[in-house]
């Protein structure tokens, strides 16, 4: 890292920091760094099944096929990783959960509170349905224009970050959206995920500093 890069990250720092787009306890980062449980998943698009249960009036599961024919959203937001660093106007393209809600394809019970997100080696996390039908969560395929690489999730994974100007809008730290994803299940009441049992905060949220239990 050159010592103007260092001075440029500074100087974006300040004006984020300012401007209220950098949470307490964040550093802005140009890169992507790779953090996630267990080793990447080898994708088969002929087995993978995007699979919807619980608390819904009928069980849903999606071939990679059938999931790609779905309309798409695309959004840019800044993430920020509990581990402290977060990067800014990230854009993302993928299927929200409120348009397979308006197709019908899922149809909620009215005890329908929670999402425990279900994703390869056993991983979850869980959120409040009602920030997974926030516009800044998005089911997602493809990250700046490109498809997913395979360490950052591919084929699908959850994204939850923070949009510009959007102060209405709650926003968990990333690891609220799962690599990997494969499905989701509808719960009346919160259940923890894997990072959660093991001590992160459960609402983990970024304006809080809501990092661990």
């Known amino acids: 890292m050159t010592l103007d890069s260092v001075f440029r990250r500074r100087e974006n720092e300040r004006i984020a920091r300012q401007s209220g787009r950098l949470p307490p306890g964040q550093s802005l980062t140009e890169k992507f760094p790779v953090l996630h449980y267990g080793m990447v998943p080898v994708f088969d698009p002929d087995a993978w099944r995007f699979k919807v249960w619980g608390d819904v009036e009928q069980?849903?599961?999606?071939?990679?096929?059938?999931?790609?024919?779905?309309?798409?959203?695309?959004?840019?937001?800044?993430?920020?990783?509990?581990?402290?660093?977060?990067?800014l106007d990230t854009t993302w393209e993928g299927v929200s959960l409120r348009t397979l809600l308006d197709m019908g394809l899922i149809k909620l019970l009215p005890t329908a509170r929670y999402v425990l997100q279900h994703a390869e080696h056993?991983?979850?996390t869980n959120l409040p349905l009602a920030i997974m039908l926030q516009e800044n969560f998005l089911l997602a395929t493809h990250f700046e224009g490109a498809p997913i690489t395979p360490d950052h999730g591919y084929p699908l994974r959850?994204?939850?970050g923070a949009i510009p100007g959007r102060d209405d809008l709650?926003?968990?730290?990333?690891?609220?959206?799962?690599?990997?994803l494969y499905g989701l299940e509808f719960m009346p009441a919160d259940r923890m995920g894997?990072?959660?049992?093991?001590?992160?905060?459960?609402?983990?949220?970024?304006?809080?500093?809501?990092?661990?239990?």
């Open 194 to 213: 894997f990072w959660e049992r093991a001590g992160y905060h459960n609402q983990a949220d970024i304006w809080k500093e809501e990092r661990f239990a």
């Open 158 to 160: 959850g994204v939850v």
């Open 59 to 87: 069980p849903l599961a999606l071939t990679w096929q059938q999931f790609n024919q779905l309309p798409r959203s695309t959004i840019t937001m800044d993430l920020h990783c509990v581990t402290t660093w977060s990067k």
């Open 122 to 124: 056993g991983y979850s």
């Open 170 to 180: 709650k926003t968990p730290y990333l690891w609220k959206g799962a690599k990997w």
